[in-house]
């Protein structure tokens, strides 16, 4: 992705192998600090999963191969290794993914799996991108919920990497980026993506999607968590009634994944664990509490959107209709 630094502008990934460590961007201080954290150890490894340290399916993936790689230079336990990753955030695909993926590969290097994983994210990220820009016309005015850009997949983005490509290729897009109560993912780390890229946005109240959808928006396009055999899929608490208000508006709503994010194991949305986070994130902004004290507070951090309201599935292979789900490779 594109950091501003005071220096000028860099490319810099998410998360990385540095030397017996991993170094990743702090996704709890963006946008108003930019800073590395260095995590050492794979139980460090799943307290920066749990904290949204980092976060984003496929980033998340990439950190638990990356955990998986801390604990074979340790000499650890790998199996043990692998049950608390997993137990860390139970709805991304990716996470267990990328965990079975260094477990059969424990036989080799897997600090060079991981990396070789990582970049895997990337390249079908750039693939998504092109497969994506050629469903976006000039002047096109998109809506996207929560991030699902460079900071959530290791680089470039799924949701955004269309964008990306379109706006590189002139094409004059809009965006606008939905603010995603409660942690504000699509106001902190969207738009600040977007910002440094370049890419003309607008940062909105999560209930005012609607109102610009039958105003002025062209297109959705989010990204996914979990996606099941049927079409049905899992993102960020939010999303399903985005989809809703698109369908009734008539605007296309496109969901931007890699294959790993695939789950043909589970056959419906029904099927899909969706995490339960803290109240506090509801209850508090910016250390600031807004709601009653004796107030209590729902979090469920994903919903789940059923496959008929998905024009398609963006994916590395090209553009999936729903029906052809299942009949994807993992």
């Known amino acids: 992705m594109l950091v501003r630094t005071p220096s000028g502008k860099k490319d810099i990934r998410a998360v990385w192998m540095d030397g017996r460590a991993v170094k990743a961007i702090d996704q709890r201080v963006l946008p108003d600090r930019f800073r590395i954290v260095t995590i050492r150890t794979y139980e460090e490894m799943a307290a920066a999963i749990s904290d949204m340290t980092v976060r984003g399916a496929p980033t998340i993936g990439a950190c638990a191969a990356y955990g998986m790689a801390l604990a074979w230079l340790r000499g650890e336990d790998l199996d043990k290794a692998a049950r608390t990753l997993k ?18 590969k424990r036989a080799g290097n897997l600090v060079e799996e ?64 939905d603010e995603t109560r409660p942690r504000l993912q699509g106001a902190r780390l969207t738009a600040w993506e977007l910002e440094n890229e370049g890419i003309d946005h607008a940062v909105i109240a999560d209930n005012a999607a609607g109102h610009y959808m039958k105003e002025s928006v062209d297109m959705v396009i989010v990204g996914a968590d979990r996606i099941v055999r049927n079409g049905d899929f899992a993102n960020k608490i939010g999303t399903y009634t985005k989809a809703v208000l698109a369908k009734e508006n008539g605007v296309p709503f496109y969901v931007a994944a890699p294959v ?3 789950d043909l194991s589970t056959k419906k949305g029904e099927g899909i664990v969706i995490e339960e986070r803290s109240e506090d994130e509801v209850h508090f902004v910016g250390g600031c509490r ?6 209590k507070a729902l979090n469920p951090s994903f919903d789940v959107t059923p496959a008929r309201y998905v024009k398609g599935f963006i994916t590395e292979k090209g553009v999936v209709r729903p029906e052809q789900v299942s009949r994807l490779g993992g």
């Open 87 to 104: 137990a860390t955030r139970p709805t991304a695909h990716d996470l267990f993914y990328a965990v079975d993926l260094m477990l059969s």
């Open 114 to 177: 991981a990396d070789g994983f990582a970049d895997s994210i990337v390249s079908m990220c750039r693939k998504i991108g092109e497969n994506g820009a050629r469903l976006i016309r000039k002047g096109d005015k998109i809506l996207t919920h929560c991030n699902a850009g460079a900071l959530a997949t290791v680089d470039f983005g799924t949701a955004l990497a269309p964008m990306r490509v379109a706006h590189r290729k002139g094409k004059n897009i809009f965006v606008y980026v």
């Open 260 to 262: 790993s994010t695939f």
């Open 290 to 295: 807004v709601t009653p004290k004796g107030s």
